[in-house]
């Protein structure tokens, strides 16, 4: 257990709807990153947060979007949905802000399908 | 800019040795590399920093040559366990990101 959770686990939503995945990073952490896996694919990095900030933009579409709460739980949100964004959706946590000389902790991964 | 990986795929013995290469188009700053299995999250090996280190797990094992961005992930005598997809994170370059290359699907059979 990597000590961060995602939910929910799987989603089946047709296409044109909107969804939102939760994450909750590891107790302490304050960075969130977002990331995509298509199927058999590698890992797209999307959007970082920082301690409720946005840190880095990756290749995230304009109909996604994403927020860290105070709390530090983070939600990732998906709008017009179309097939090929279905996906495995991974978020990870570390303890940095501007190094990556840590490790990132991955959570288990939302499993999106678009219909 | 996405990491280079090489080679795309290996399939191996057990008890034989591989090599997984990564390198980059641009400066690094530290290179990360993780194992994932079929439909599980990515878990971490090592991290490696610039300064031409080289770090050892077990059997697993990397170097980073800074000069020439790049990183090696050794895995000596591989086991049944070692078998998932290997990703190279790295970061570097302006935005301080973690981006992983595409991944090496290892097999290792018995």
């Known amino acids: 257990d990597s000590g961060v959770t995602q939910t929910p686990k799987h989603l089946i939503t047709a296409t044109g709807q909107r969804v939102t995945l939760r994450c909750s990073p590891r107790?302490?952490?304050?960075?969130v990153y977002w990331y995509q896996q298509s199927l058999d694919q590698g890992l797209q990095f999307l959007i970082q947060?920082?301690?409720?900030?946005?840190?880095a933009k990756g290749n995230i579409l304009e109909r996604f979007s994403a927020q860290q709460f105070p709390d530090l739980h983070s939600e990732l949100n998906l709008s017009s949905l179309e097939l090929g964004d279905s996906a495995l959706y991974f978020c990870a946590s570390s303890g940095l802000r501007d190094s990556l000389n840590t490790e990132a902790f991955f959570g288990q991964g939302t499993r999106l399908t678009v219909v | 800019q996405q990491p280079v990986q090489s080679p795309q795929a290996v399939i191996l013995r057990e008890g034989e040795d591989a090599v997984i290469n990564c390198s980059s188009s641009?400066?690094?700053?530290?290179v990360h590399w993780y194992r994932q299995k079929h439909g599980e999250a990515p878990v971490f090996l090592m991290i490696?920093?610039?300064?031409?280190e080289q770090k050892g797990h077990d059997k697993i094992s990397a170097s980073f040559n800074e000069k020439k961005q790049q990183s090696s992930l050794y895995l000596t005598a591989s086991q049944l366990s070692y078998s998932g997809t290997y990703f190279c994170g790295t970061e570097g370059g302006s935005a301080r990101q973690l981006t992983f290359g595409s991944g090496t699907q290892l097999t290792v059979l018995p």
């Open positions: 947060y920082y301690n409720g900030e946005e840190r």
């Open positions: 107790s302490g952490d304050l960075s």
């Open positions: 490696l920093l610039k300064g031409g």
């Open positions: 641009k400066a690094l700053y530290s």
